[in-house]
């Protein structure tokens, strides 16, 4: 449902949406019924001429089940929610569907630069294509990255696919996405990496197939020029 409200454009993005609203929902409604018996209970049991002021120790039945019964319903709250984490968790981080294109991002103060295929398809090919804060890919093509740091930890981020992982120098960590539709949208660096931190982004474009083959078409003639 957040999606109908922020604009998403991967496979997995209304998934993790839908955990975000169930949290905050479930949260919400205990956290509003808690302060309306706070406050119902000091408006009820307030100080009055007359009535004697009454020391309970807790452990009586009838004020006990004010504390076991929500203790109890707030349990099952938080297990829906952990089943909803699991899957979630699983089927992004952990489950990655077999790729149909694999690219290289590299984060370095403070840029982000990218390795697409050339036309052969492969990876550390010479016709593989280098740029700098510019992804192209395809839409509706499952693709796999391979994320890199060259200096100090990173965060690759793209808000629209609801997708964040941090680089970390000497690692490679690679994850996945399948854009949804075509489009430009926003790359950022989530992790506080040096001074020019906030100027680290980059573009992610979306294109159909045909625009896809063009852009490929183009960034290999330049290569090959030098042009």
Known sequence: MISLWVESASTYAESIDNLILLVGVLVGFWGGIALAVMFLFMWMFREREGVPTTYVTGKEPELKRWITIPHWVIIACDG?????AISV???????????????????????????????????????????????HIEVDTI???????????HSFSVPVFRLKQDAIPGRRITGWFEATKTGEYDI??????????G???GRIHIETPVEHAAWMASATLTAATGN
Not at 80 to 84: E, F, P, Y
């Open 188 to 197: 950022q660096c989530a992790e506080m990496c040096g001074i020019g931190h």
């Open 89 to 135: 968790w699983y089927n992004v981080k952990q489950h990655k569907p077999a790729p149909e294109q694999v690219i290289r991002v590299t984060g370095v103060q403070w840029t982000w630069l990218f390795q697409h295929p050339g036309p052969d398809g492969e990876l550390d090919t010479d016709d593989d294509i280098h740029t700098a804060d510019d992804l």
């Open 80 to 84: 829906l929610i952990i089943w909803g």
């Open 143 to 153: 693709y796999h990255f391979q994320l890199e740091a060259a200096d100090v930890m």
């Open 199 to 201: 100027l680290m982004q």
